[in-house]
Each structure stands twice: as structure tokens, then as C-alpha cells.
């Protein structure tokens, strides 16, 4: 079993940055691969970035947010700047045993509880 809590959300204003983490405990995989999603008021959960053996980023997020690990620490981050409103969602950190990266959430075992980013314009 593997527990992930993300940490690091909140209320900015557009032009802003934020960094999530991602605190993995029992179980790991630090070969595998870790990603986040978010999902909008009113909107279906969709994929942000993932990392593992490479690493992946939704065109909406390409350029703005970067997506680190430290397998010392079995945290990952997300790293977003230059914020935009459309960004505001509940973001959440997936944990996947595959190596290659995805972006399918069905191919995520492990999910956390989610934390709130919220961008006013």
C-alpha cells in the first residue's frame, strides 16, 4: 500500500508561482512513475505531468510547470509558474508501478486526496 499527500496548494493571483509536493510513504516505487492530475469545478480529472523513465507534460501546462522527484526524500513536486485562472482545479498526485510514463489515469494505482489551487484573475 502506498499513501501520497500533497501539500502546497492555495489562493494566488494570475502571474504567481506555486510548488506542490507530493509525500509518498509505505510502499514505493521509485522506479515508477509519479504524475499529477487535476480536475476543474465541473470538469472530468485530466492529466497535468508525469515522471519516470521520462517525463511528460499536458500541452496546456508545457512551458509553465515543471515536474520533479527526489527518491531520497519519495517526494515529487510540481513546480508552476506564470499561473492562470483556467489552472484553478483540485490537484492530485498519482503513484503508478509502470516505469514508462503515461498519462492514462487508469494506469495509476495510488492516489492522493488532492489540494485545492485556486487562480483569480
Known amino acids: 500500500q502506498v499513501q501520497l499527500v500533497e501539500s502546497g496548494g492555495g489562493l494566488v493571483q494570475a502571474g504567481d508561482s506555486l510548488r506542490l509536493s507530493c509525500a509518498a510513504s509505505g510502499r514505493t516505487f521509485s522506479s515508477g512513475v509519479m504524475g499529477w492530475f487535476r480536475q476543474a469545478p465541473g470538469k472530468e480529472r485530466e492529466f497535468a505531468a508525469a515522471?519516470?523513465?521520462?517525463?511528460y507534460y499536458a500541452n496546456s501546462v508545457k512551458g509553465r510547470f515543471t515536474i520533479s522527484r527526489d527518491n531520497a526524500k519519495n517526494t515529487v513536486y510540481l513546480q508552476m509558474n506564470n499561473l492562470k485562472p483556467e489552472d484553478t482545479a483540485v490537484y492530485y498526485c498519482?503513484?503508478?508501478?509502470?516505469?514508462?510514463?503515461?498519462?492514462?489515469?487508469?494506469?495509476?494505482?495510488?492516489w492522493g486526496q488532492g489540494t485545492q489551487v485556486t487562480v483569480s484573475s
Open positions: 515522471i519516470g523513465i521520462g517525463i
Open positions: 498519482a503513484a503508478s508501478a509502470k516505469s514508462w510514463v503515461t498519462r492514462g489515469s487508469n494506469d495509476y494505482d495510488y
